[in-house]
Each structure stands twice: as structure tokens, then as C-alpha cells.
């Protein structure tokens, strides 16, 4: 609960940020090209919003299985290659399972998830007292229908950013 | 001779007729399958004084809710007394009782002084025109009138059933409120019926699965208050709660009490890995009991502390296995189709409890603890998480709704699979603990 309520306190200052610093305009005109860089926001490559958002902090899994498919390696190498040119974060990666499980089985499966989003980072060089894990088991649902459709995108091993410079 | 042949018929579901012997004194057979619900009467209790009155006839209808809640006993309504209970001596008109078919009745008197409440009942075998056991007298404070009422139920369900009651006792459980995605959570206890409810944490940290200590005096249970889930062990009558410094890894939860209190086994993850372990309470020491690379959890003892049966995905899919309580092989009991989970074995030592998912539904289950004669009680959505009443005759567990709204709700049934029916809450509720018989 802590690590999450920062992770929303940064996310509230990037846009703090870029309400009060710019032109309002910026802000819907979505992630400028046009050189002008918000600290802190989407715009920022050393933001946890743009961690976040362009990278992706998040890499799904199939029913009851906690082996990364092809496309979670990549988006982890993306989180890899952010973590290695941004050496002040550290992380937590979370675990989660959707409800189709009891809540023991599930706890234990989202720490295998999360597990094996850390070891792939620290396959890829990231030294591992930067990463932390923990299974939030079926309690922490993004999705909250009955179907397939919510359930591929809660079981999910999110990288979430923890402290930092900015912190 | 009818209890030897019980006992050695216990398990079996006979579809014989629930009538109890015609000569013998009246007695309800749990084991041959009762179909209909033995008829009683609790007329209301005689109040001695003005000041008894509200108590004698509160007392009374709670009495008679616990024996109408089992399923067991039907209530005969006011409605059809013939006769009037007007003095707790005054011999009992048996006659008026048989004629409205009262197999059983209930009679009882209410006494206040100060603070200080007595209740005294008798419980009559109508057609012998027999007392079933001898009167009897509970005092306690008027505080505590639920509690004498729930007493006086438990007499006379084991007069009736030759079993020991479940009346007087507590359910710790989660207090569910708010939307899945936002789901508050609070460690909660209350009388086995829904009624006292007490808060034991407020919903600032994620709570999971109490568990009682086996005399009702503690409770562990799993919080995420430090950010990760770690097993905590809290005084019930002072709320007091210490954590458990569970040793080699930063999660660790699904602990359960051994029968004699003194330690715990649990789950605890390192490298992602979920295998069990036990802690001595005293010395804090923890030893490792399994050690594979599958996700072993839900641990129970057995009642005389020498078994575990628990939960491994060990074989590709979650099932049930038993091993020595201090570890070593473990025998797989679970065969059927589907996934087995969360096994709990029974207070009498005989059945092993435990959630089933198959073909996308949610079952919750009993069978042997050699896992011959499975039989499925439930059947929903999800339903997950079973513990034992006192007695080992009622299960209750979680059921939750689906979809966007879905709901946790705790449910009762009975180990017949009848009698299934919601258990009162204020706010939703799951994963119950349903603690011993109060002293």
C-alpha cells in the first residue's frame, strides 16, 4: 500500500508539474515533439511516467503460468535498458493472478510472476538489491469483469518505480 | 447398539427415514441422512419479574433460531400452543404438546438481578412424556444473554443428537467492503450467527485468512501493513498483535496453529518459490517441512498433530497431500478431476474439507483423508476457503459473485450438503475461521 500510494504521489507531481509550469495547451497536445520537455511528465525519458507509459510497466501472463512469452521479454528488456541509463530508481515488481484460484495458490502464483520478471532484469544486468518483489495474489484486480477479457490483463507483473532523485 | 452401527456407517448417506427409535428416547441419527426436520417448541422462557421479561422471550426465539438454523428442527409456531407455560415447575401437559406434533419441547424460566442473569431450562421428549438429561441453570451477566441462550441450544442439540452443539462460539473472518478493484479489508470477529461483530484492524493495510487458536484465545493472520504479506499473531480479548519474524524470507502467510498452540506452520516464499515451514512460537525457530519448486500452501494439521495435509502444484496442477507433521514424503490424496485446494481437516479427524475447481465452477468439497468418497457440497461462481465447526457437522466458507459487482459473502452448509444458507454480516465477508466451543 505505501509503495503504491508514492507511486501515485509521483505520478500527481508530474502533472503538478505540468500544470503549473506550462501552457495549458501542452498538456492535451499529448507527448510534444517539438523539443520543449516537461520534467517529470510522459515527455521526460527519465520519468516514471514515461517509464510507465512508453516503456510499459507491465508484462502479462497466460492461465496459471509464470513463463515470459516473447513479447514480456521485450517489454522487460525495454524496462532493463531504462533501469540500466537510470541508475538512481529502484523497483518493486508486483505479482498478481486473477480470481479464477484460491488465495494461498494465487499468492504463491503471483510471486513466481513477479520472480521471473525480476530475474530476466537481472539477466540483462540489473544489480538485484535495485529490485524487490512482492505477490499480491488475486487482491489487487485492475480489471474487475468476470472474463477472459479482464483476466489476461490481471495477470500482470507490474514494475513499479521507487524512489528516487525526484523522490 | 443403534451408536456402534452409527459409527461404523459414518460417512455413508442413507436415505432412511429420519424418525427416531419408536421405544428408545427420542434421538436424531446425524448419520442416516435426516430428511425431516424434527419437529419442537420453545414456548417463551417464564420470566420471573418485570425486569426478565425482554430477556426470557429474546433468549427463546434465539434458542429456537440455532436449532432451526441446523436444518435438523422445524419450529412449531406459537400460533398452534394449545398449552400455556406459565410456571417452570408446573408439571407439563404433554397431551397438548403431541396433539400439535411437538417432538420436542423446550421449557425455561429467566431470573435478572442487578446485572446478573440465570437461565434455567429443561428439555422434554414429548411422546415419552420423559426429561431428556436433567434441568439445567446457566448465569452470566445480561451482557451476555446470546451467549446463555446459544448455551442452553447447545444442550439441547446434543440431548437430541448425542453430539456435541456449535452454538456458543465465535467466526473470525474479513469484513469486506467497496468495489473489487478497491476492496477494503478488516479482520473481523462475531458470534458464530453474525451477531456481535467486532473490528479488529482498520482496512489501512490488505488482512487475509485468520485462523483461531485452538482454544479461541489468538488469532494469526496475514496483513500487508510493512508493504509485503507477513503472518502476524494477535491477542483476541486485548487486540493486541505482534509480528511474526518468520525467518529467510520477505512473504509469508497461510498459517495455521498446531492442535496444541505451541507452533505454527505457514507458507514462505524465497526466490519467488512457496514452500512450508513450521515455527515454535516460544524459541521463534523456524523449520523447513517441504522443499520442491512447486507452490506448497494451505496447511492443516491433523487432531492429533502427527499429519499436514496440504496443497502442491507439485504434479502440474494444485492437489492435496498428507505428510508427517515435521515434513518428509507426502502422499497425494486427491485423484479427481480438477483442481484441489485449501484442505482442512476435520475436528474429529475423519474428513478432510477443501475447495475443488472444475470445468470453471467452484466446489466446496469433503472426502477421506485417505481421498476415497469425495462428495462435492457446493457448487458456484467461486466458492473457496472452508473451515470445520466445532462438532465437524457445518462447513463455512467464502462465496463470491461475479462480474463488476461481485460480492464476498460467507455461507454455511451442512457436511450432508444440505442446508446451505448465508451467513449475516454488516458489510460482505470471507475467509472464516470458526473457532472451538466457548468455555
Redesign the interface.
Known amino acids: 500500500?505505501?509503495?503504491l500510494g508514492k507511486v501515485i504521489a509521483l505520478g500527481a507531481l508530474g502533472v503538478m508539474a505540468a500544470c503549473t509550469n506550462n501552457d495549458p495547451s501542452a498538456l492535451g497536445g499529448g507527448a510534444g515533439g517539438n523539443g520543449s520537455i516537461v520534467p517529470g511528465s510522459p515527455s521526460d525519458p527519465r520519468s516514471p511516467a514515461y517509464f510507465q507509459q512508453t516503456v510499459g510497466d507491465r508484462v502479462l501472463f497466460a492461465v496459471d503460468q509464470?513463463t515470459l512469452s516473447p513479447q514480456a521479454q521485450t517489454v522487460l528488456q525495454g524496462q532493463a535498458d531504462w533501469l540500466l541509463a537510470n541508475p538512481d530508481f529502484v523497483a518493486?515488481i508486483e505479482g498478481h493472478a486473477d480470481?479464477?484460484?484460491?488465495?494461498?495458490?494465487n499468492?504463491?502464483?503471483g510471486?513466481?510472476r513477479?520472480?521471473?520478471a525480476?530475474?530476466f532484469l537481472i539477466s540483462r544486468g540489473v544489480a538485484g538489491n535495485r529490485l524487490?518483489?512482492?505477490?499480491?495474489g488475486k487482491?489487487?484486480?485492475?480489471?474487475?469483469?468476470?472474463t477472459e477479457e479482464c483476466y489476461s490483463k490481471n495477470r500482470r507483473a507490474v514494475t513499479v518505480l521507487t524512489g528516487s532523485t525526484l523522490g | 447398539m443403534m451408536r456402534l452401527l452409527t459409527s461404523l456407517l459414518l460417512g455413508l448417506t442413507l436415505l432412511a427415514a429420519p424418525v427416531h427409535a419408536q421405544n428408545g428416547p427420542l434421538r436424531l441419527e446425524l448419520d442416516q441422512g435426516i430428511i425431516e426436520p424434527l419437529p419442537f417448541a420453545v414456548p417463551n422462557f417464564v420470566p420471573n419479574g418485570q425486569a426478565a421479561t425482554q430477556y426470557a422471550n429474546d433468549i427463546s426465539r434465539v434458542i429456537a433460531a440455532d436449532l432451526t438454523g441446523t436444518g435438523l428442527f422445524r419450529e412449531i409456531s406459537s400460533d398452534a400452543f394449545i398449552s400455556r407455560v406459565s410456571s417452570f415447575d408446573a408439571p407439563v401437559q404433554f397431551a397438548d404438546w403431541k396433539a400439535i406434533n411437538a417432538e420436542a419441547l423446550v421449557t425455561g424460566a429467566v431470573s435478572v438481578s442487578g446485572k446478573r442473569l440465570t437461565v434455567q431450562f429443561r428439555v422434554w421428549d414429548v411422546f415419552s412424556g420423559q426429561e431428556l438429561g436433567n434441568g439445567l441453570q446457566f448465569s452470566g451477566t445480561t451482557e451476555g444473554w446470546r451467549r446463555m441462550a446459544h448455551k442452553v441450544a447447545d444442550q439441547v442439540y446434543s440431548r437430541v443428537t448425542g453430539e456435541g452443539g456449535y452454538f456458543d462460539s465465535r467466526v473470525a473472518f474479513v469484513s469486506e467492503s467497496g468495489?473489487?478493484?478497491q476492496?477494503q479489508k478488516r479482520l473481523a470477529i462475531m458470534d458464530y450467527d453474525g451477531a456481535n461483530v467486532q473490528y479488529l484492524t482498520d482496512s489501512?493495510?490488505?488482512v487475509?485468512?485468520p485462523r483461531f487458536s485452538p482454544t479461541g484465545d489468538r488469532l494469526l493472520y496475514t496483513s500487508?501493513?510493512t508493504?509485503?504479506?507477513r503472518i502476524y499473531v494477535l491477542d483476541v480479548d486485548r487486540v493486541r498483535r505482534t509480528e511474526l519474524n518468520t525467518q529467510g524470507g520477505?512473504?509469508s502467510?497461510?498459517p495455521r496453529f498446531s492442535p496444541d498452540g505451541r507452533s505454527i506452520v505457514y507458507?514462505l516464499?524465497e526466490?519467488?518459490?512457496?514452500d512450508l515451514w513450521k515455527m515454535d512460537l516460544a524459541s521463534g525457530q523456524s523449520v523447513r517441512l517441504t522443499n520442491t519448486p512447486a507452490?506448497?500452501?494451505?496447511p492443516s494439521y491433523s487432531p492429533d498433530g502427527s499429519q499436514i495435509v496440504f496443497?502442491s502444484?507439485r504434479s502440474g496442477t494444485?492437489q492435496l497431500y498428507i505428510m508427517p507433521a515435521n515434513g518428509g514424503e507426502a502422499t497425494r490424496i486427491s485423484f479427481g478431476a480438477g483442481?484441489y485446494?485449501?484442505p482442512v481437516w476435520s475436528p474429529r479427524g475423519d474428513l478432510i474439507a477443501f475447495?475443488k475447481?472444475n470445468k470453471g465452477r467452484f466446489h466446496i468439497g469433503v472426502m477421506r483423508t485417505d481421498g476415497s468418497e469425495e462428495r462435492l457440497l457446493t457448487s458456484s461462481?467461486?466458492d473457496?476457503?472452508p473451515t470445520w465447526s466445532p462438532n465437524g457437522r457445518v462447513i463455512m466458507f467464502t462465496r463470491?459473485t461475479?462480474?463488476?459487482s461481485?460480492r464476498a459473502t460467507l455461507y454455511s452448509v451442512d457436511i450432508s450438503g444440505r442446508n446451505l444458507r448465508p451467513v449475516r454480516t454488516p458489510d460482505g465477508g470471507s475467509?472464516p475461521s470458526w473457532g472451538p466451543l466457548q468455555n
Open positions: 500500500m505505501n509503495v509464470s518493486t480470481e479464477q484460484g484460491t488465495r494461498e495458490y499468492l504463491g502464483l510471486a513466481k513477479a520472480n521471473a525480476r530475474e524487490t518483489t512482492v505477490s499480491y487482491e489487487r484486480p485492475i480489471e474487475i469483469c468476470s | 468495489p473489487k478493484d476492496r489501512s493495510a490488505i487475509l485468512a500487508y501493513e508493504g509485503q504479506p520477505t512473504m502467510f497461510s507458507s516464499i526466490g519467488g518459490n512457496t507452490i506448497e500452501t494451505a496443497e502444484d494444485p483442481r485446494g485449501t475447495t475447481q461462481f467461486l473457496e476457503g463470491e461475479q462480474g463488476a461481485g475467509d
